[in-house]
T-cell receptor, first 116, second 112 residues
Framework: GAGVSQSPSNKVTEKGKDVELRCDPISGHTALYWYRQSLGQGLEFLIYFQGNSAPDKSGLPSDRFSAERTGGSVSTLTIQRTQQEDSAVYLC??????????????FGPGTRLTVL | GENVEQHPSTLSVQEGDSAVIKCTYSDSASNYFPWYKQELGKRPQLIIDIRSNVGEKKDQRIAVTLNKTAKHFSLHITETQPEDSAVYFCAASKGGSYIPTFGRGTSLIVHP
């Protein structure tokens, strides 16, 4: 079946503009994660959705970042008033339901955001 | 919260040599340890994982070992090939709905 998809694959924006990044998880996966990966760096956790529970927003770097997940499927990460330091690859991942099981994360191809 | 340290940050080997990447974790409740491989410009993909009820797991040229007492786990790649060149990430999780904590990654370069 189809894997995790993200759009756009590349986004170039001007400083101060808002951007929206989209993630389509694997069908049936209730857990969805957003990560940020700066050039040559590791995976920085941003936010986590699990089913209908309140999202874990503990990784969001500032209040300019927000995310939502509609209908338990598609998720949108929004960055308001973008800054040059927001330039990075934004990765989305999904996994099967929790409940004590060990769940492989499947990553999307990422969105490369460049803020000029 | 959990803290995962990964070493080395860069590893350069000759084709055919073995490569070892080590990770330590801080939360003794962590019980699931996946390894992801990220080739240049590609997405991370799971290559092997281990759960806390075993000490070692092998899959062809790749093996992972876990020492729960010392809270460390390692990735071993034997007979390395140029296509093994990538960034490798370790992670630790309490499984279920817990968010995995990733190491900072190891850039493995295999010289032909």
């Amino acid at each position: 079946g189809a894997g995790v998809s993200q759009s756009p694959s590349n986004k170039v924006t001007e400083k101060g503009k808002d951007v929206e990044l989209r993630c389509d998880p694997i069908s049936g996966h209730t857990a969805l994660y957003w990560y940020r990966q700066s050039l040559g760096q590791g995976l920085e956790f941003l936010i986590y959705f699990q089913g209908n529970s309140a999202p874990d927003k503990s990784g969001l770097p500032s209040d300019r970042f927000s995310a939502e997940r509609t209908g338990g499927s598609v998720s949108t990460l929004t960055i308001q008033r973008t800054q040059q330091e927001d330039s990075a690859v934004y990765l989305c991942a999904s996994s099967l339901a929790a409940g004590g099981s060990y769940n492989e994360q499947f990553f999307g191809p990422g969105t490369r955001l460049t803020v000029l | 919260g959990e803290n995962v340290e990964q070493h080395p940050s860069t590893l350069s080997v000759q084709e055919g040599d073995s490569a070892v990447i080590k990770c330590t974790y801080s939360d003794s409740a962590s019980n699931y340890f996946p390894w992801y491989k990220q080739e240049l410009g590609k997405r991370p993909q799971l290559i092997i994982d281990i759960r806390s009820n075993v000490g070692e797991k092998k899959d062809q040229r790749i093996a992972v070992t876990l020492n729960k007492t010392a809270k460390h786990f390692s990735l071993h790649i034997t007979e390395t090939q140029p296509e093994d060149s990538a960034v490798y990430f370790c992670a630790a999780s309490k499984g279920g709905s817990y968010i995995p904590t990733f190491g900072r990654g190891t850039s493995l370069i295999v010289h032909p």
